[in-house]
T-cell receptor, first 116, second 112 residues
Framework: GAGVSQTPSNKVTEKGKYVELRCDPI?????LYWYRQSLGQGPEFLIY????????DSGLPNDRFFAVRPEGSVSTLKIQRTERGDSAVYLC??????????????FGPGTRLTVL | KQEVTQIPAALSVPEGENLVLNCSFT??????LQWFRQDPGKGLTSLLL?????REQTSGRLNASLDKSSGRSTLYIAASQPGDSATYLC???????????FGKGITLSVRP
């Protein structure tokens, strides 16, 4: 089937604006993750969903960042009052959870966010 | 706090050379380790996943090894090709927490 998809692929916004980034995981994957990757760095964890609930949101940098996954499939990352420092590539990944499966994470192509 | 280090940051080799990319991590209590490839402007492609109980995994010209006790993993690429040019990232999953902790990656350039 299709892999993880993310929309939009690029988003340019002005400082102070609100943005939403969407992630469609691989069908049937119960776990969904958001990461943020700045230039020259590895991805940094933001939040992890198991089903509809956020199992770990310890990576969200502050309360301007929020994510939802209301039906346990598609997820939306929401950023309020964007700042220039939020500019990065936002990556989404999904996996099937199970010890025998190794919980391998499969990544989408990312959304490049630029805050002017 | 788990930290993952990949050194050097960049590597350039002639085509056909066998090479080893290194990854080290500070907390040996890992669940598994994944190696990824990232092409410029693209997402991450999973190359190999090694469970904590395994010593190595192989896929084609790639072989990844894991020495959990010393906190090290290596990615061996045989007979490198220009198409192997990309950034290679190592990531570990620690304990019950499902997040991956990444290194900064090694940017590989294979010269024709």
């Amino acid at each position: 089937g299709a892999g993880v998809s993310q929309t939009p692929s690029n988003k340019v916004t002005e400082k102070g604006k609100y943005v939403e980034l969407r992630c469609d995981p691989i069908s049937g994957h119960t776990a969904l993750y958001w990461y943020r990757q700045s230039l020259g760095q590895g991805p940094e964890f933001l939040i992890y969903f198991q089903g509809t609930g956020a199992a770990d949101d310890s990576g969200l940098p502050n309360d301007r960042f929020f994510a939802v996954r209301p039906e346990g499939s598609v997820s939306t990352l929401k950023i309020q009052r964007t700042e220039r420092g939020d500019s990065a590539v936002y990556l989404c990944a999904s996996s099937l959870i199970g010890a025998a499966l190794g919980n391998e994470q499969f990544f989408g192509p990312g959304t490049r966010l630029t805050v002017l | 706090k788990q930290e993952v280090t990949q050194i050097p940051a960049a590597l350039s080799v002639p085509e056909g050379e066998n090479l080893v990319l290194n990854c080290s991590f500070t907390d040996s209590a890992i669940y598994n380790l994944q190696w990824f490839r990232q092409d410029p402007g693209k997402g991450l492609t999973s190359l190999l996943l090694i469970q904590s109980s395994q010593r190595e995994q192989t896929s084609g010209r790639l072989n990844a090894s894991l020495d959990k006790s010393s906190g090290r993993s290596t990615l061996y690429i045989a007979a490198s090709q220009p198409g192997d040019s990309a950034t290679y990232l190592c990531a570990v999953r620690t304990g019950a927490n499902s997040k991956l902790t990444f290194g900064k990656g090694i940017t590989l350039s294979v010269r024709p």
